[in-house]
């Protein structure tokens, strides 16, 4: 198996999924307005920092899932994805995964945003195997809690390595794509690793390890 491995956020979308479904419940009013922008604008520029603190954030995300029943949430999420997340796929990152999947790899899409956000983006892309951070169910109802490990930094590899040891298999060969920092540990353990449209740390260690750096998040406005 070849393994071809696809962060989210800011690399196969030209935003970020987590972000732009907080500023949507915000649009909607399934949470507080200013109250939860001003915390999501805060989580975001920590992660951007890289000092998120994982835990408190995973609290405040999944906080708004145990307040509604899941099937009005998945009605708001079906929305979102059409409104706000098909815009941000653009040309260049569809034909990235297009060109992994013409040559047999494996795909997989792993990020730190939670499994009920993102899991209608991994079949936007057609990508079968999505490791993210999973929130908590019982009875029905999420829990605003989470199950297993966060995939968000070092826990990206134990997520990774735990899906391995779930298939049995050790890939061949492994590629990387990622836009950030908080994907330094991950990079640096396989055998291609890529800086997509990279921050400024990210792209300064890719020049200086001698990593490609790809452009794909141009999005193309509308004519007229």
Same mark, same amino acid.
């Given at each position: ?10 690399t ?33 520029r ?13 609290r ?6 145990a ?6 949430l998945?009605a ?21 995964? +297009?060109?992994? #999947? *013409?040559? !047999? ?5 792993? $990020?730190? @945003?939670?499994a009920?956000?993102? %899991?209608? &983006? ?11 951070? +999973?929130?908590? #169910? *019982?009875n !029905?109802?999420?829990?605003g809690?989470? $199950?297993? @490990?966060?995939?968000f930094?070092? %826990?990206? &590899? ?17 590629w ?7 994907d ?8 291609h690793?890529?800086?997509v ?10 020049e ?17």
């Amino acid at each position: 198996m070849k393994l071809a491995i696809f962060d989210l956020d800011n690399t196969l979308l030209a935003g970020d999924s987590d972000h732009a479904w907080g500023a949507f419940m915000t649009e909607h009013g399934i949470v507080d307005a200013d109250d939860y922008a001003r915390h999501n604008d805060e989580f975001l520029r920590h992660y951007q920092q890289g000092t998120l603190d994982i835990d408190a954030y995973l609290r405040f995300a999944l906080a708004p899932l145990a307040e509604h029943p899941a099937e009005d949430l998945e009605a708001w999420r079906a929305e979102f994805i059409e409104r706000d997340i098909r815009p941000l796929i653009t040309p260049a990152a569809r034909e990235l995964v +297009e060109s992994h #999947r *013409r040559r !047999g790899h494996t795909l997989m899409l792993i $990020t730190a @945003t939670n499994a009920f956000v993102t %899991g209608p &983006i991994a079949e936007l892309f057609d990508i079968p195997h999505l490791l993210a951070t +999973e929130p908590e #169910r *019982r009875n !029905g109802r999420y829990t605003g809690r989470y $199950t297993g @490990t966060p995939t968000f930094q070092h %826990g990206k &590899i134990l997520a990774l390595e735990e899906w391995l040891e779930t298939q049995q298999v050790r890939p061949e060969e492994t590629w990387f794509y990622s836009d950030s920092r908080n994907d330094l540990p991950l990079l640096e353990q396989v055998d291609h690793p890529v800086a997509v449209d990279p921050d400024p740390v990210l792209r300064r260690e890719a020049e200086a390890r001698g990593w490609p750096v790809l452009a794909l998040n141009v999005v193309e406005e509308p004519a007229g």
